[in-house]
C-alpha cells in the first residue's frame, strides 16, 4: 500500500503462449519515470522501450515482459527489477500460462525492498502440488541461502537446502525434487546473511 521508488520480481515465465505483465501504477500528481530490468539466465536486458519510461500522474502502464522485441520472451525464469528514476510508484503483476510447467492465472503485488529473511507459511509437497520457490539476487554478487523447510510431521527435523543465487540472476527450488522432504505440508524460511534476496 506505500509508494516506492524500487520494486523487485523473481518469478516470470515467458514460455511459448505464457502472458507476464507488471503493472505500473502511479496515483500521485506528477509524472513518475521508470527504468526496467529483465534478469535472465543469459544476463541482464535492459530494453530501450523501458528505459527512461513515463508513467503518467494518476495513470497506469503495463509492461508485456515477453513482448517480441524488447522484453524477454521465452524464458523460464526471469526477475523484473522496476527502479524510478524520479517519483514512487506501486508494482503489480499479472501472469497467465497454461503449459505442462505452469498453469492458471495469478495477480500478486510486488516486493519493495529485499531481506536476510522471506517465511512461508504453507506449503505442499504431493503428486497433486507443484510447488516452486524463485529466489531473486538483484546484487552485484554472488548470495549465499539457505532454504529451510518445516514438515508439519517432523520426523528427523527440517530440511535445509542450500542454494548459490548469481549476482543478477534468478534461482528455482522445486520442492518436488527436494530430497528429504516428506510429502504433505510445510513451511519454510528462506534466508541469506547480507539481505540481497
Same mark, same amino acid.
Do not use: C
Given at each position: 500500500?506505500?509508494?516506492?521508488?524500487?520494486?523487485?520480481?523473481?518469478?516470470?515465465?515467458?514460455?511459448?503462449?505464457?502472458?507476464?505483465?507488471?503493472?505500473?501504477?502511479?496515483?500521485?500528481?506528477?509524472?513518475?519515470?521508470?527504468?526496467?530490468?529483465?534478469?535472465?539466465?543469459?544476463?541482464?536486458?535492459?530494453?530501450?522501450?523501458?528505459?527512461?519510461?513515463?508513467?503518467?500522474?494518476?495513470?497506469?502502464?503495463?509492461?508485456?515482459?515477453?513482448?517480441?522485441?524488447?522484453?524477454?520472451?521465452?524464458?523460464? *525464469? =526471469?526477475?523484473? +527489477?522496476? /527502479?524510478?528514476?524520479?517519483?514512487? %510508484?506501486?508494482? &503489480?503483476?499479472?501472469?497467465?500460462?497454461?503449459?505442462?510447467?505452469?498453469?492458471?492465472?495469478?495477480?500478486?503485488?510486488?516486493?519493495?525492498?529485499?531481506?536476510?529473511?522471506?517465511?512461508?507459511?504453507?506449503?505442499?509437497?504431493?503428486?497433486?502440488?507443484?510447488?516452486?520457490?524463485?529466489?531473486?539476487?538483484?546484487?552485484?554478487?554472488?548470495?549465499?541461502?539457505?532454504?529451510?523447510?518445516?514438515?508439519?510431521?517432523?520426523?528427523?527435523?527440517?530440511?535445509?537446502?542450500?542454494?548459490?543465487?548469481?549476482?543478477? *540472476? =534468478?534461482?528455482? +527450488?522445486? /520442492?518436488?525434487?527436494?530430497?528429504? %522432504?516428506?510429502? &504433505?505440508?510445510?513451511?519454510?524460511?528462506?534466508?541469506?546473511?547480507?539481505?540481497?534476496?
Amino acid at each position: 500500500t506505500d509508494l516506492s521508488s524500487t520494486w523487485y520480481l523473481a518469478d516470470g515465465y515467458t514460455v511459448g503462449e505464457a502472458l507476464h505483465e507488471v503493472i505500473l501504477m502511479n496515483p500521485a500528481d506528477d509524472q513518475v519515470v521508470v527504468d526496467v530490468e529483465f534478469l535472465t539466465d543469459d544476463g541482464v536486458r535492459r530494453p530501450s522501450a523501458y528505459t527512461g519510461y513515463p508513467v503518467p500522474a494518476r495513470s497506469t502502464r503495463i509492461i508485456d515482459v515477453g513482448a517480441e522485441g524488447a522484453g524477454a520472451r521465452g524464458e523460464t *525464469r =526471469v526477475g523484473v +527489477i522496476v /527502479t524510478a528514476a524520479r517519483g514512487a %510508484l506501486l508494482v &503489480g503483476r499479472a501472469a497467465s500460462a497454461d503449459d505442462d510447467a505452469r498453469g492458471g492465472t495469478t495477480v500478486s503485488s510486488v516486493a519493495a525492498v529485499t531481506a536476510e529473511q522471506w517465511w512461508f507459511a504453507a506449503g505442499d509437497k504431493g503428486s497433486d502440488a507443484t510447488e516452486r520457490y524463485s529466489i531473486m539476487n538483484p546484487g552485484e554478487t554472488d548470495a549465499e541461502v539457505s532454504v529451510v523447510f518445516f514438515p508439519r510431521e517432523i520426523v528427523r527435523g527440517p530440511v535445509v537446502v542450500p542454494v548459490t543465487v548469481p549476482a543478477r *540472476r =534468478v534461482a528455482t +527450488i522445486d /520442492t518436488g525434487t527436494v530430497s528429504g %522432504l516428506p510429502e &504433505g505440508a510445510h513451511g519454510a524460511v528462506v534466508s541469506t546473511t547480507d539481505g540481497s534476496a
